[in-house]
């Protein structure tokens, strides 16, 4: 794409071809002439590579950053937890079945308990053997806790808690992603339009130059006129190269938000012409992520604190079961031949109900509680602290913003002046009055005053961003982006 520089001396280049011949002196005052006319800030080529708004490039890190999955993966995980609390609720059904071939020795006497030594059941009779007799056992049993004055029901509101707090931290960290997204984006769009500023500058340049060529060529300049042109267009060349540099790093930044920073993109900032208004809307009505994050830390620590209070309180069971037993030995020693004992002979069934309390546990847990309490009192303390630092965030925020505001209302008028300098020191050394050097730092004034209008506007977004972010409503800054 052309610029104005560029289309002034295809102009020049015209009238040349159209007459035959022109005066030195004429094409080198139409080519200088061009150096006055405004740079137009050109967006590069893409070639293809995608192009991110700031709502894109936010939405698409929420999606693929692995911070983003750790996060959710944890909500997830919080629900697991949920589930398990509630299935506590369930009853238990355990179901036992065996057979062996074992010897029936067995003595009177007390055993502590061990896992070695195989227990044996029934009379002791006189004598031992060797051999073995088939054994069977089969029963059920079914245990369910009716009544324990709310334990599982804390156990429930705990995990829950859980859950609650899991989400807020995903909500933190969708909001700190989407910060730093944001923060990478405006300085790769700064960054962009210093670069644009930077090549349009050695395009001025290098008309310039020659059209100081021709005025030294006819002995209308000096020889040095020329040679300070050329000093000043390689310093805008590497000016350039360093804009360029600035602007690839920049995007790389953003790019790794997106989980492939080797990725070329392109930033899509045409949107930013229209400034926002003086305060963007919303804000009020959810809570920064942050409080919302501490708001729920208390709320979970006290649920572990309720729980505490009821670990000590009695449980009330029901129990039931049906079993069943078969041996092919005898009470009296002897041994019953064939497959007696490979299946269940005898039946037993039973129900009951279980009372269980730890009468030395509630020192204990009033302990725990009171643990608990300071953790929720401590963390009550830190929400007070977060919300007055959020609040004076806000107000810090909104200064920004008027700033910004102040400042880019003064930056066309600065441009004017740097444009109307520009003009009169051209004037000045077409007519003999003015040095190159004070053409040169016109140059130089016009093109910082460009660039600092184009990183005001920038400004301004950022401001409005941040105003947004210090409230915690960036969905609501996003929606107005596209």
């Not at 030195?24 to 293809?48: D, H, K, N």
């Not at 179901?95 to 502590?112: C, E, F, K, P």
């Not at 810090?396 to 505001?405: D, N, V």
Request: charged fraction near 25%.
């Amino acid at each position: 794409m052309r610029t104005e520089s560029a289309r002034g001396v295809t102009a020049a280049r015209t009238i040349v071809l159209r007459n035959g011949a022109m005066p030195a002196c004429l094409v080198g005052m139409l080519c200088l002439f061009t150096v006055l006319l405004p740079a137009q800030v050109v967006e590069p080529s893409s070639g293809g590579a995608p192009r991110y708004t700031l709502r894109r490039a936010v939405e698409e890190a929420w999606k693929k950053y692995p911070g983003m999955t750790a996060a959710n993966a944890m909500v997830r995980q919080a629900e697991s937890r949920v589930a398990m609390a509630r299935d506590e609720y369930l009853p238990n059904a355990n179901l036992h079945m065996q057979w062996t071939q074992a010897t029936r020795n067995n003595v009177l006497g007390a055993m502590l308990p061990n896992q070695v030594i195989l227990p044996v059941s029934g009379f002791a009779a006189n004598g031992s053997s060797g051999r073995g007799a088939f054994g069977t056992a089969m029963g059920v049993m079914l245990s369910w806790t009716a009544y324990d004055f709310g334990a599982r029901r804390a156990k429930v509101k705990l995990a829950e808690a859980g859950r609650d707090e899991s989400k807020a931290r995903e909500d933190l960290a969708r909001y700190q992603l989407a910060d730093q997204v944001a923060d990478a984006w405006f300085r790769a769009s700064a960054a962009a339009y210093a670069e644009d500023a930077a090549r349009a500058a050695v395009e001025r340049w290098k008309v310039a130059l020659r059209a100081v060529d021709v005025l030294v060529k006819t002995g209308l300049r000096p020889g040095a006129d020329a040679s300070r042109l050329r000093s000043e267009l390689i310093r805008a060349e590497t000016e350039l190269l360093s804009a360029e540099e600035r602007t690839r790093l920049a995007a790389v930044e953003v790019s790794r938000y997106l989980a492939e920073p080797e990725k070329s993109i392109t930033l899509d900032a045409e949107w930013m012409r229209q400034l926002p208004g003086s305060e963007p809307a919303g804000g009020a009505a959810a809570p920064h992520p942050l409080l919302g994050l501490r708001r729920a830390s208390i709320v979970s620590l006290s649920a572990d604190a309720a729980l505490a209070q009821r670990e000590w309180l009695p449980k009330i069971a029901l129990y039931s079961a049906v079993s069943g037993r078969g041996s092919g030995a005898r009470s009296n020693g002897e041994f019953r031949d064939g497959a007696a004992g490979l299946y269940p002979e005898m039946g037993n069934w039973a129900v009951g109900v279980g009372f269980t309390v730890d009468l030395f546990d509630l020192k204990r847990v009033r302990a725990r509680k009171s643990a608990r309490d300071e953790l929720v009192e401590s963390a009550r303390a830190l929400e007070t602290e977060e919300s007055i630092s959020l609040r004076a965030l806000i107000q810090q925020a909104r200064l920004r913003l008027e700033t910004a505001q102040a400042v880019a209302a003064r930056m066309p008028e600065a441009r004017s002046a740097a444009k109307e300098l520009l003009v009169q020191n051209e004037v000045r050394y077409r007519t003999g009055l003015g040095t190159v050097t004070e053409l040169a730092e016109a140059q130089r004034i016009a093109e910082q005053a460009e660039v600092d209008e184009a990183l005001a506007r920038v400004g301004i977004w950022r401001a409005a961003f941040g105003l947004a972010a210090a409230r915690g409503d960036l969905a609501t800054f996003l929606e107005t982006t596209p």
